[in-house]
T-cell receptor, first 114, second 116 residues
């Protein structure tokens, strides 16, 4: 199984809603990532979890809250988002340290904030 | 300064022809890795090929090959025998310091369109 799955595929939420994005992989990878991608732009790294511990936070606003319940799951909790947070949110995984190799991406969640 | 530069916003190629997508990078770290990803309109980023800074030979994966010129700091992607399904956005990416960071830096991408 070489797949990273993400749910939901699409999400529309109001600025006062609370929602969560979910990501799952069963490749035995120990590093997982959240990226944000605006239209016609490259992905921007948000968070990295390595061995279920947060290792990189790219100064992301606190309205985005990541969680890694176990080595296969990664969540992104959303609260009080702004319309400019509308984007494609991509999850990825890799083998992690010490062997940093390619990252495998999921299909993404297209988020619209009204 | 841009760490990864892709100077071609868009490229056209006829089916069955080869095409080269340019990528230059900037780093002072002797250890780094270079990646190419394909992103179709569906959104998923698909890993294509990897080149390590210490690799002696250019990487190849099927119809994809990476033309690695270390002195020029370039890592161009060559797609041979283009297919209609190759139409997508292509991103070059770099990871610096192979053992102490897990951060990919992406270029701005090149949109490739393959026509019959």
């Amino acid at each position: 199984d070489t797949e990273v799955t993400q749910t939901p595929k699409h999400l529309v939420m109001g600025m006062t809603n609370k929602k969560s994005l979910k990501c799952e992989q069963h490749m035995g990878h120990r590093a997982m990532y959240w990226y944000k991608q605006k239209a016609k732009k490259p992905p921007e790294l948000m968070f990295v979890y390595s061995y279920e511990k947060l290792s990189i936070n790219e100064s992301v606003p606190s309205r985005f809250s990541p969680e890694c319940p176990n080595s296969s799951l990664l969540n992104l909790h959303l609260h009080a988002l702004q319309p400019e947070d509308s984007a494609l949110y991509l999850c990825a995984s890799s083998q992690g340290p010490p062997k940093y190799n390619e990252q495998f991406f999921g299909p993404g969640t297209r988020l619209t904030v009204l | 300064a841009q760490k990864i530069t892709q100077t071609q916003p868009g490229m056209f190629v006829q089916e069955k022809e080869a095409v080269t997508l340019d990528c230059t990078y900037d780093t002072s770290d002797p250890s780094y890795g270079l990646f190419w990803y394909k992103q179709p309109s569906s959104g998923e980023m698909i890993f294509l090929i990897y080149q390590g800074s210490y690799d002696q030979q250019n990487a190849t994966e099927g119809r994809y090959s990476l033309n690695f010129q270390k002195a020029r700091k370039s890592a161009n992607l060559v797609i041979s025998a283009s297919q209609l399904g190759d139409s997508a956005m292509y991103f070059c990416a770099m990871r610096e310091g192979l053992r102490n960071t897990d951060k990919l830096i992406f270029g701005t991408g090149t949109r490739l369109q393959v026509f019959p």
